[in-house]
């Protein structure tokens, strides 16, 4: 039990440590890869909590594909040239120092905060297999889900349709 | 406070921290790439609400088919944001949210 708190406690300060590596580097680049070291965090933090089905998909698609679509998306627009690269980060230095500041204190500040808790949980479910509750009883969100996959293969084949005739 | 209560308040707190961190580089970007990075951090906010929910109430299953929903929306609204953002690269020649004033409305 003590191992299991410490594990979840390094996660979750590494969860944090990516977001804001994330938002705080200055190359796009290390920023899509930090978003995938944030979903790989997260990852590792659902198989901690006995959700499997839930991490493989974190981790394949938000990890994976996204980093792609992401990683595709900055090559194909044009970089910065030097000069404005180093107008950019003097600006961006500016607009962003304030952020690892305001995350420590409002860490600190809420993780000190004795917060009392008077909320019944109820009871859990009688499906636990989180395949059986997707096919079981939320058939329709599985509709629901194919839909927004043909709205966006449709959306992007709008998209680069209209790009095709400019 | 039970054991199970504690650890949620710890996971919500780091919900809050990644919050901000979305919101923050939402209103503090101009790249519109760096937009969608911090919308991102938003939905991972939100994935890591919905599993500490889920393991606070026993209610694990339910959380789980939720971010599975939850993933296909995301995936789906970043492959038609970045098409977005590549043609407006494409027809404005830049990133920047303040270059952008031929939007026509």
Known sequence: ???????????????????????????????????????????????????????????????????????????????????????????????????????????????????????????????????????????????????????GIFGVLILFREMRRK | MNASLTLFWHLFVVVIMLVIMGFYCIFMTYNLIRTLIGVELLIKAVTLLIITAGYVTGHMALAQAIVITLIVVEVVFIVVATGVVIGLRRHNGTLDTRKLRNLKG
């Not at chain 1, 039990?1 to 979840?8: D, E, F, G």
């Not at chain 1, 979750?12 to 790989?40: D, K």
């Not at chain 1, 394949?60 to 040239?81: H, K, M, N």
């Not at chain 1, 961006?92 to 420590?104: C, N």
Request: glycine share 4%.
């Open chain 1, 1 to 151: 039990m003590q191992i299991n708190h410490t594990l979840n406690s390094i996660i979750l300060i590494a969860l944090v440590a990516s977001g804001l590596w994330t938002i705080m580097t200055r190359s796009l680049i290390r920023s899509a890869i930090g978003l995938a070291l944030t979903s790989a965090v997260l990852t590792m933090l659902m198989f901690s909590f006995d959700s499997w089905l839930a991490g493989v998909f974190e981790l394949s698609v938000c990890a994976g594909l996204i980093s792609v679509v992401f990683i595709s998306t900055i090559s194909l627009t044009q970089p910065l040239t030097k000069a404005e690269v180093i107008k950019h980060m003097k600006d961006r230095l500016e607009r962003f120092m304030y952020l690892p500041f305001l995350i420590i204190i409002v860490g600190v500040g809420l993780s000190l905060l004795k917060v009392n808790f008077n909320f019944q949980l109820p009871s859990p479910e009688i499906e636990t297999d989180a395949r059986k509750v997707l096919w079981n009883l939320r058939e329709l969100d599985l509709l629901a889900q194919v839909v927004i996959i043909m709205t």
